[in-house]
């Protein structure tokens, strides 16, 4: 491969990696730029909403002449097809790709690259995939739309269950029975570690916060689904889907509720065991430790000078890797009077392993979940504490953000912040009687 072409891979990957698409990930092995993984995070209002969803992703000598191999690799050990143009064998068909016949116009050019492939693969997980299969993009028949609203289902049901349930207890190494229709998620299946080495696994830290994220957007889904689809009703089969390529299974929403759960105690374990975790880590004089601790120290002599952020911040027993931060809500703001308590809990594998921020004080906000009190905030600069410290400050802080669904982790708070007149006025009473409360919280 020319110096050309690496080139213009590694300023690709590093253009998506610094850029603002929450639900766009790539990464790849510093050996190897020809060889990328890719995660698309389903979106909202979707059946894909909030799945994780992987891809290989290889290029060629004669990149950007010809678009790079594009295979699926979230397929449930390849029995899954999640959209009739992803297919259960990795096979994604798209006209960018040539692995389609398009329009004129819609076919591959160097001006393309892997983020344009991404998007349009996005695309793909539209509100209604049903109208993605050829034939049936007019489908208005009372059959067809009833089988629409089947194919939603059961795409939505197995979102859940493979790209986001067995992902996750793979992650944290939560065993479940071996009932029909449950396989192990296997993220390696087309790249394979080298002798001796360990799995490639590079979302694994990104999928665990973003789960802690869209808690509450699992559930509500789950909830809702299960008024309308009886635990153990088969899924249907589509007119196009055939054998070794289709979505088979059945629903079973209360067993994936108990296992969301179980994941988040889980993910809550990890984080709590990162404290004794760094004890030891101070203990051994670890450079990760006493860089922390200068860290911490740095940003506590800078906000003493900082007038317009009232904070206390110190260490948990003195320990680097959970830090305590109280937060004065600014006056003349809807947080005025307010005092928020919030827990850092951090990794000795900092930065490859993110911060947990838990909002303890609890707050009615659309950027804090009334489930778990997770933070949504996302940090320019992921190995800076300073910078982690700021956007946690921004994100309770800031009264007009843009609309950005792939951030509400309160979904009732969202719907009222976003909403009508009244609607946000509602928000704006819920947001002030919890900052009038948390004073007292705080004692």
């Not at 698409?21 to 995070?41: F, G, K, T």
């Not at 049903?130 to 197995?158: L, M, T, W």
């Not at 109280?326 to 005025?336: A, E, K, S, V, Y």
Request: charged residues 30%.
């Amino acid at each position: 491969m020319s110096n050309q072409s690496i080139l213009r891979i590694t300023r690709e990957l590093s253009e998506i990696q610094r850029g603002s698409d929450l639900s766009l990930a790539v990464a790849c092995r510093d050996i190897d730029v020809r060889h990328v993984r890719a995660l698309i995070i389903g979106p909202p209002d979707t059946p894909y909403e909030f799945g994780f969803f992987e891809f290989a992703v290889k290029f060629t000598r004669d990149y950007p002449t010809k678009a790079p191999g594009v295979n699926a690799i979230t397929t449930n050990s390849g029995r899954t097809r999640f959209n009739p143009n992803i297919y259960a064998g990795g096979r994604v068909c798209l006209s960018i790709l040539g692995t389609w016949r398009g329009e004129r116009g819609e076919e591959w050019s160097s001006a393309q690259g892997l983020e344009s492939i991404l998007i349009s693969i996005q695309s793909l997980m539209s509100s209604n995939p049903y109208e993605n299969e050829p034939g049936f993009e007019d489908a208005k028949s009372d059959y067809d739309k009833r089988n629409q609203a089947f194919y939603v289902a059961k795409i939505r049901h197995e979102t859940l269950r493979i790209s986001v349930i067995e992902r996750m207890e793979d992650y944290l190494g939560i065993e479940r029975g071996k009932s029909p229709g449950v396989t192990v998620y296997n993220a390696e299946e087309d790249y394979q570690a080298g002798a001796g080495e360990a799995p490639f696994e590079p979302f694994k830290d990104l999928c665990k916060r973003r789960f802690l994220w869209y808690y509450e957007s699992y559930l509500a889904s789950i909830e809702q689904e299960l008024k309308e689809h009886k635990d153990g009703e088969r899924f249907e089969k589509m007119p196009f889907e055939g054998p070794g390529n289709a979505m088979e299974g059945t629903f079973q929403y209360t067993s994936l509720k108990e296992r969301l759960q179980t994941i988040l105690k889980k993910l809550n374990e990890e984080a709590l065991s990162w404290a004794a975790e760094g004890i030891a880590a101070v203990q051994k004089e670890m450079t990760i430790a006493s860089n922390l601790q200068r860290q911490f120290e740095q940003i506590v002599e800078s906000y003493k000078k900082n007038d317009a952020v009232t904070l206390d911040l110190d260490l948990v027993d003195k320990n680097p890797f959970v830090w305590r931060l109280i937060l004065f809500g600014r006056p003349m703001t809807n947080l005025d009077g307010g005092m928020f308590r919030i827990m850092l809990y951090l990794s000795p594998k900092f930065p490859d392993v993110l911060p947990r921020v838990k909002v303890e004080t609890p707050l009615f906000h659309h950027r804090v979940s009334q489930t778990t009190g997770t933070l949504c905030y996302d940090a320019t600069r992921k190995d800076d504490m300073r910078s982690h410290i700021a956007a946690i400050i921004e994100a309770i802080e800031e009264e007009s953000p843009a609309y950005d669904p792939r951030t509400l982790v309160n979904p009732e708070a969202a719907k009222l912040f976003w909403g009508t007149q009244e609607e946000k006025k509602t928000y704006n009473r819920r947001l002030r009687r919890s900052v009038q409360d948390s004073a007292e919280y705080c004692e």
